[in-house]
């Protein structure tokens, strides 16, 4: 062999070597300019026009994402001043219950939930479970934060009666015993270990989503167990892509209609609040979230700066922000972190799901988890790496050889040794 062939076999160890030990680097953005920069978009006198909004799902699509918001600020800072500005919005979530109101959904039935007429004309008043979901979701996760931690005692009592709220409004999407009054939005299909609403994936992950966090909340194993069967549900419809090692999904795969209509950026923020949650509940692995986390900043975030309109990449997104909601996965893709800045940091004004965005930043960049994080999964499969060119038991006829590898779960390959021998003649 001559010194030529070595040298090229040579580069392709470096080569290797470069492309799975590298780390993924550290944001450059500090928790204080992330802080300064809540401070600035914060508008909270924008935000009271929101208390009295009714029928309008506002409460669900913009309203719920505020309290996300200063829940995850109260937990990057520990300043209760967030919890503040939390339970002035939730207390009213209460007060604006039909059943508080006296008000009726179109079967006749005044239910501790929140109507919307916004889809219909306002002929029509409708509980949706997706709606249901995104509101109640952040009143059990403040219960979890102050049952976790004593020197909150001061906000039991409003955390009992949101946890309470949250309970009894998961249960209005469950009318076994009453089905005379089984719509969509209740009928609930088990088969084996599934279990799914005739909606699409992000509406059934919403409710999910509220099932883990009354779970945390409480302990309460039933919960658990639901939101297990509608995870189940969903990882049957996720796709892996191997050359970025990403997943994707549609947006109602059992749907004629929309079935193969891949997931949007909108959508998306209620499926992976989901999975964040089912993390932290055991239900999926550090795999999968590595997973979900390519999808962000492999896929969807482009090389131009842009954002995808849909979770496979494709389109362009007219809301960069909502990409700030993927640092669910700043673990897996700290790259996130100053995207999501440099988007935000541009804006005059922010939307609600954009600020709760940017509390999730302040999050991840102070080093606090509000929830253990479990042990990763652990490897199955050891790396695999194989001569590919020249074959085995062929002889060398150029200057290269070409070699394959290949590594599953947390395993990577560092460096490579092989012999050979030298036909001479």
């Known amino acids: 062999m001559t010194a030529k062939r070595v040298f090229n076999i040579i580069l392709a160890l470096v080569f290797l070597e470069m492309i799975f030990t590298a780390t993924p680097a550290q944001s450059t953005v500090s928790p204080t300019t992330a802080k300064s920069l809540f401070a600035k978009m914060d508008k909270t006198s924008s935000w009271e026009y929101y208390k009295t909004r009714v029928d309008d799902s506002l409460i669900a699509w913009d309203e719920s994402y505020l309290l996300r918001a200063y829940l995850f600020m109260y937990e990057s800072t520990g300043d209760k001043h967030y919890l503040d500005e939390f339970t002035e919005h939730a207390d009213t979530f209460l007060t604006r219950r039909d059943s508080v109101r006296g008000v009726k959904d179109y079967r006749g039935l005044s239910l501790p939930a929140w109507r919307s007429g916004k889809y219909t004309g306002y002929k029509q008043y409708i509980i949706y479970a997706v709606q249901t979901g995104l509101t109640i979701t952040p009143l059990a996760l403040f219960a979890s934060d102050v049952k976790k931690d004593p020197s909150l005692s001061a906000y039991q009592t409003k955390a009992d009666k949101y946890l309470a709220a949250a309970k009894a409004a998961i249960d209005v999407h469950d009318m076994r015993d ?102 932290q509940s055991g239900i999926f692995s550090s795999t999968d979230m590595e997973r979900f986390a390519n999808t962000a900043s492999k896929v969807m975030v482009k090389s131009d700066g842009t954002i995808s309109a849909r979770v496979d990449g494709t389109g362009t997104t007219p809301y960069p922000g909502f990409i700030s909601n993927w640092l669910y996965f700043y673990k897996w893709a700290p790259s996130l972190a100053d995207e999501t800045y440099k988007i935000l940091s541009a804006k005059s004004s922010l939307v609600p799901k954009e600020l709760c965005g940017l509390g999730l930043l302040n999050l991840v960049l102070s080093n606090n988890t509000p929830a253990p994080e479990p042990t990763p999964s652990p490897d199955t499969e050891a790396p695999q790496v194989k001569v590919t060119t020249p074959a085995e038991g062929s002889v060398l006829t150029n200057d290269s050889v070409a070699l394959q590898a290949a590594a599953s779960d947390n395993k990577g390959v560092g460096s490579l040794s092989f012999s050979y021998s030298v036909d001479r003649q």
């Open 178 to 279: 009453k089905p005379q009054y089984y719509d969509v939005n209740c009928r609930w299909y088990e088969e084996g270990n599934t279990m799914h609403l005739d909606r699409p994936i992000n509406m059934n992950l919403a409710m999910g989503s509220a099932m883990l966090a009354v779970y945390q909340a409480t302990g309460d194993s039933a919960y658990l167990t639901k939101a297990t069967k509608i995870a189940n549900y969903f990882k049957q419809y996720l796709i892996l892509n191997a050359s970025t090692n990403s997943y994707k999904w549609n947006y109602y795969p059992d749907d004629n209609q929309y079935g193969k209509v891949v997931e949007d950026m909108d959508h998306s923020l209620y499926d992976i609040e989901f999975v964040r949650l089912a993390y």
